[in-house]
């Protein structure tokens, strides 16, 4: 017979305990689960302040399409002419990221000019797996007041090319 504690094996219980404490790669799942989230956070954190700016630029470009729009149909011009001097001023105009701009579409009433400008943004951030090009538009308005000779603002409420509400 041995002597106990001597080439006698554990009982089975006793394995099986050990194997359900056993916590080794506990860590390894909690560090990728972070680290995961610490990217998406990063993405997010690098793409929200590029895609503001992007708006914001956009948003001020179909401002100054509007009032080009507002000011070549105040001095006589047709809606055409309108749309042509507002594309020409967007293609003299760089965004902030560079990308391209365009007059989508020229609404008037009253004195009131409405442009609309479609413009691309790509993004280049962890980020860009989900959605690598969003599209921004961005509508500007401007008002065009008829001034008289006398330096008064005239009565007139409408401009010539635009429909009266």
Known sequence: ???PGKGTRPPRASRWRNKADD????YAIFIAVIATALLLFGGIAYDAPRL???RQDALHA???AARVAAGT????????QARAAAEERMSRSRL???????VAFIDCVGSRVQVTVLTGYIFRSALGFARPRQPIE????AE???VLPSDEISTLHYLGECPLA
Do not use: F, K, S, W
Request: no cysteine; net charge negative; glycine share 18%.
């Open 1 to 3: 017979m041995m002597a």
């Open 23 to 26: 916590q080794r790669g506990d």
């Open 52 to 54: 503001t700016a992007a």
């Open 62 to 64: 179909a401002n100054e």
């Open 73 to 80: 149909i105040a001095g006589g011009g047709t809606l055409d």
């Open 96 to 102: 902030i990221y560079g990308q391209d701009i365009h």
């Open 138 to 141: 961005a509508v500007g308005a």
């Open 144 to 146: 065009a007041r008829l």
